[in-house]
């Protein structure tokens, strides 16, 4: 028998992370990050298994030198991180295995400090590994050769996930997207071809959080309808699976915009109560976007279908990327006002990255345009060199394209317009079958909802760090009153001052040189 400790590193501050939110909301962290409970579960019984996210709790390395295996996972803006605890560990003399999306696109980032490197999936390859170790015949390198197939993967540990620390968790429904964006790394590690879990694992899983106490699930698929036929199927799911138990979660995902295409999708997700979904626009500019090979976004008016899909009740996340061959410094103002027509409340810009082993690296690679070690430059965060402008004015448009965003009148100009003037029809289906179906049940969410959006409110007030935005959220407050909306949007009003704070604190912070460039 091994004991094996699993690490999820700490992440830096990060627009969707909401750092600076999370003390309003009285978690902290985001959501846990599924690779530890998804190895947990791949684990044989007859090990010990402990995990450690250090967003939710410090990393003890006394403790961790009575562990026979250290294993840690990580992204692209973790990097930092993973080096400091993997050069710690070395310093002890731990064993310790490495895997996730950094190393399984440049490997040989940490190869001094690792004993075993994992590539891409790791179903097939964990429980091996641990046979071999056992016997003393391990390898230092595994990658599996055919992609996981995913109505075999186990149930996460997810009993091992402090989730009362978490604002949310996170299921995983498909892998994969049939998409070929050149900039995107998910089509490089887990191919274009959706794998999809049986609609009885996924309810399962969702089963399986809910009792652990979780409110709001985010299904974390990079594209939820990669395959739209089993999205339909594990929707239905869903919503048989919300009638038996009342409604007790909502859920938000990840799509392609094609989804405004497809009107009974849009209906199913409205009925399993996803609130929200996030769309990868990327850009207004046809130009741009047929540049990167993100075709399903050229099929008609992008604003139109955005606005189509609020129409239904989805709020529309968005992210967006300046620094495309076709853009030059006129770009920053197009992404604006394409963000305020279109009402997207939280949107996220950054600047045009290229991930190792994807086409777009290898493009720029061959044309001389990548600076590697700008990446890591806190000033600059991007290793692409852009065509049509310098890296200083697409690093100064794109700060500024932020700050616009995110002043807070021009951040609540975007929700008054979808959630106060526009009566975007939130959680619609979820009130009217508790209205009809569990009118008890309907009186006790009201006032829960109510409660909770005064917490938060409470606690916004009493933060010091949202002195200078007060005035603009108790006019919205005050709005949204005087409008009779239904409690639900009281306590959307909330959430939103709870994500201006951070992007506000956040984006200042940058622009004013207090803080490195964050570009994710």
């Not at 004993?115 to 230092?140: C, I, K, M, N």
């Not at 979660?249 to 997700?269: G, P, R, V």
């Not at 239904?312 to 394409?338: C, K, N, P």
């Not at 279109?342 to 990548?370: C, D, F, H, N, Q």
Request: contains cysteine.
């Amino acid at each position: 028998m091994a004991r094996i400790c699993l690490i999820n590193p700490r992440f830096e501050t990060s627009f969707w992370g909401l750092n600076h939110g999370m003390p309003l909301l009285g978690k902290k962290s985001n959501m846990p990050v599924l690779a530890l409970p998804v190895l947990a579960g791949l684990t044989p019984p007859e090990h010990e298994v402990v995990l450690i996210d250090e967003n939710v709790e410090p990393i003890d390395f006394d403790v961790l030198e009575s562990f026979d295996i250290v294993g840690l996972t990580g992204m692209t803006v973790q990097r930092d991180r993973m080096r400091e605890i993997l050069e710690e560990l070395r310093a002890r003399g731990i064993f310790v295995v490495i895997g996730g999306p950094w190393v399984s696109v440049v490997e040989d980032w940490f190869a001094d400090l690792v004993d075993v490197t994992f590539v891409g999936e790791a179903e097939d390859t964990w429980p091996r590994f641990l046979e071999e170790w056992a016997r003393g015949e391990h390898q230092t390198r595994y990658e599996q050769a055919e992609k996981t197939d995913m109505t075999k993967v186990p149930l996460p540990r997810y009993d091992l996930v402090k989730f009362h620390d978490y604002a949310m968790g996170c299921v995983q429904t498909s892998r994969g997207c049939p998409f070929q964006c050149e900039f995107c790394d998910i089509i490089v590690i887990f191919g274009r071809k959706p794998r999809i879990k049986t609609p009885e694992q996924v309810v399962a899983e969702i089963d399986a959080q809910r009792r652990l106490g979780c409110r709001v699930v985010f299904l974390v698929d990079d594209n939820f309808i990669g395959n739209k036929k089993a999205a339909k199927q594990i929707l239905r799911a869903i919503i048989d699976w919300q009638r038996k138990h009342g409604y007790p979660l909502a859920f938000f995902t990840e799509a392609s915009l094609d989804l405004a295409e497809d009107d009974e999708l849009l209906q199913l997700m409205v009925e399993a109560n996803l609130i929200a979904v996030f769309i990868g626009i990327e850009s207004p500019d046809e130009d741009a976007l047929r540049e990167t090979k993100k075709y399903q976004n050229v099929r008609g008016s992008m604003i139109d279908r955005v606005k189509k899909v609020q129409d239904v009740g989805l709020e529309v996340y968005a992210g967006m990327i300046v620094g495309f061959d076709h853009d030059d410094t006129s770009v920053f103002d197009r992404q604006y006002e394409f963000l305020q027509r279109t009402r997207v409340v939280g949107a996220m810009a950054g600047m045009l990255s290229a991930i190792p082993k994807t086409p777009l690296y290898e493009r720029l690679e061959a044309e001389g345009r990548l600076d590697n070690a700008a990446a890591d430059d806190p000033n600059i965060a991007t290793n692409v060199i852009p065509l049509r402008m310098t890296v200083t004015e697409m690093r100064d448009g794109w700060l500024d394209l932020m700050d616009r965003l995110y002043d807070a009148d021009h951040f609540f100009e975007r929700f008054d317009a979808l959630f106060i003037e526009g009566k975007l029809p939130l959680a619609s289906a979820k009130m009217e079958w508790l209205r009809r179906h569990r009118p008890l049940a309907y009186l006790k969410n009201q006032t829960l909802t109510i409660l909770g959006g005064l917490v938060m409110l409470a606690r916004i007030w009493s933060d010091p760090r949202t002195r200078p935005y007060r005035p603009v959220y108790a006019k919205y407050v005050r709005k949204l009153l005087l409008a009779r909306r239904p409690p639900r949007y009281l306590f959307q009003l909330a959430f939103k001052c709870i994500m201006h704070t951070h992007f506000a604190i956040m984006t200042r912070q940058m622009v004013r040189g207090e803080s490195r460039l964050v570009n994710t």
